[in-house]
């Protein structure tokens, strides 16, 4: 059993940054691929990022070049790093460990 707890979000202005973090329990955070989530007012969810154990990362295409996944797997966390933040990048983000394991999300809000 992973439990995964994410944290960060706040009010922002148009144009600022965020950064959001994740903590998951367990000994095996090290192998684990960890991805993040977001679902906008009255919209799907989607994905955001993704990260493996090795380090790899994969975007979606609409963010690259303003978010960055990351990871500390001492510290058992992994990181979104949000830049230039609009105000379509309001949601609830949430982290997601290999194994369908979720967190109960962490709300952004952008504000022009």
């Known amino acids: 059993q992973v439990q995964v707890a994410e944290s960060g979000g706040d009010l922002v202005q148009a144009g600022g940054s965020l950064r959001l973090s994740c903590a998951a329990s367990g000994s095996s955070f090290r192998l684990n691929a960890m991805s993040w989530y977001r679902q906008a007012p009255g919209k799907q969810r989607e994905l955001v990022a993704s990260i493996t154990s090795g380090g790899y990362t994969s975007y979606a295409d609409s963010l690259k070049g303003r978010f960055t996944i990351s990871r500390d797997n001492a510290k058992n966390t992994v990181y979104l790093q949000m830049n230039s933040l609009k105000p379509e990048d309001t949601a609830v983000y949430y982290c997601?460990?290999?194994?369908?394991?979720w967190g109960k999300g962490t709300l952004v809000t952008v504000a022009t």
């Open positions: 997601k460990a290999e194994g369908n394991y």
